[in-house]
């Protein structure tokens, strides 16, 4: 099979002969199901993103969203815009400047990710099979498992790719997560009182003192053990509780 390397602008970079790589169909759905609730994470916090920041930092944020959001907005490309590129790149191998774009009024983008919301359909992976099962054993309500679900997304995909949204204290946290998952604020706190997915070892941000974190980042991040649990294959629910223990075991000794 002939591979050509093509950039966004169109241009072929590179060519040569390999074998058909043959997927597997396990990590395609897994990159699937992650891409897809990532996607949700960053549609919806666009939507909202006037409400929670203001002024430069809403300008910067947005138009970040809006080149990670590209596809979902129906946009040919991801596009670029002043400052993104150094000078000496705004040319290319043909001699043509590069074309910028001019990017939507936060407002305007707001509006736009509001209308996508309802058009996301759902993925189906093991990793969402397995946080069905966590949710049930554990009684977790809606809220728990939205944030679990985006918690583990940001820890794949890294804190950098959500906008920079700085709280105040727990109760604007609060607020802050309750306008992203539309549900009462008095849900989100008490989730967030009893601080049961962070004693699990499920979600990380709590330092030492038992502070809280200061930006919007350090609210939706899994640990590293449960990304790694949450994705493996079970052949039962009590292999999945077996392995849950195992994992409280370990996170014990650690501590």
């Known amino acids: 099979m002939l591979c050509v390397a093509v950039t966004d602008d169109g241009r072929q970079v590179g060519a040569s002969y390999s074998k ?42 947005s138009r970040a969203i809006e080149q990670r959001c590209w596809r979902e ?19 290319n191998g043909f001699g043509n400047r590069v074309a910028l774009s001019r990017p939507m009024e936060p407002e305007n983008l707001a509006a736009r990710l509001a209308s996508l919301e309802s058009q996301c359909s759902p993925a189906e992976s093991r990793i969402g099979t397995n946080l069905d099962t966590l949710a049930r054993l554990l009684n977790l309500s809606p809220f728990e498992f939205q944030w679990l679900l985006w918690s583990y997304c940001v820890r794949r995909f890294g804190r950098s790719i959500l906008p920079v ?16 998952s539309d549900v009462p604020v008095s849900t989100v706190h008490e989730a967030t009182a009893s601080r049961r997915l962070h004693t699990w070892g499920f979600l990380d941000g709590v330092d ?38 195992e994992a409280q075991v370990s996170l014990s000794a650690s501590r």
């Open 20 to 61: 058909r790589p043959r997927p597997n169909s396990a990590l395609t759905q897994s990159e699937g199901f992650r891409r897809h609730h990532m996607a949700r994470l960053l549609i919806r916090l666009g939507a909202v993103l006037p409400c929670l920041i203001k002024g430069q930092d809403l300008i910067r944020e």
């Open 165 to 180: 949204v700085p709280l105040r204290e727990d109760r604007h946290a609060c607020a802050v997560l309750a306008l992203l």
């Open 73 to 91: 907005l129906g946009l040919a490309k991801q596009p670029l815009y002043v400052g993104d590129i150094p000078d000496f790149l705004m040319t």
């Open 208 to 245: 030492a003192d038992g502070e809280m974190p200061s930006l919007l980042s350090g609210w939706l991040s899994a640990t590293d053990k449960f990304a790694d649990w949450i994705e493996q294959s079970y052949a039962s629910t009590t292999d999945l509780v077996i392995a849950l223990c």
